[in-house]
Nanobody, 117 residues
Framework: QVQLVESGGGLVQAGGSLRLSCAAS????????MGWFRQAPGKEREFVAT?????VYADSVKGRFTISRDSTGNTVYLQMNSLKPEDTAVYYC?????????????WGTGTQVTVSS
């Protein structure tokens, strides 16, 4: 059973940084693509970044956020710099086998990020 557990969220002032982590278990994740999404209050969930095949970022975070994975492929990080109040959201980790197509099949429960102005 695939399990994704996010951590690292919190309250930070505008201009600050946070690093989110997502620990994946239950499979060998080297053949999975991993990603981050977020959902702000009253808004739909939106794409933030993905690892595979090469890192891709939403325009709103490009140049400020960096996605990476550890050597095992089982942990994915989202380094968030120059945070803005509009980055406030619940951040979700997602994973899916690369060969299963473009949909995301596994989700974590999310971690709250709040950026104060």
């Amino acid at each position: 059973q695939v399990q994704l557990v996010e951590s690292g969220g919190g309250l930070v002032q505008a201009g600050g940084s946070l690093r989110l982590s997502c620990a994946a278990s239950g499979r060998t994740f080297t053949t999975f693509r991993m990603g981050w999404f977020r959902q702000a209050p009253g808004k739909e969930r939106e794409f933030v970044a993905t690892t595979s095949p090469t890192p891709v970022y939403a325009d709103s975070v490009k140049g400020r956020f960096t996605i990476s994975r550890d050597s095992t492929g089982n942990t994915v990080y989202l380094q968030m710099n120059s945070l803005k109040p509009e980055d406030t959201a619940v951040y979700y980790c997602a994973a899916s086998p690369i060969l299963w197509g473009s949909q995301w099949h596994y989700w974590g429960t999310g971690t709250q990020v709040t950026v104060s102005s």
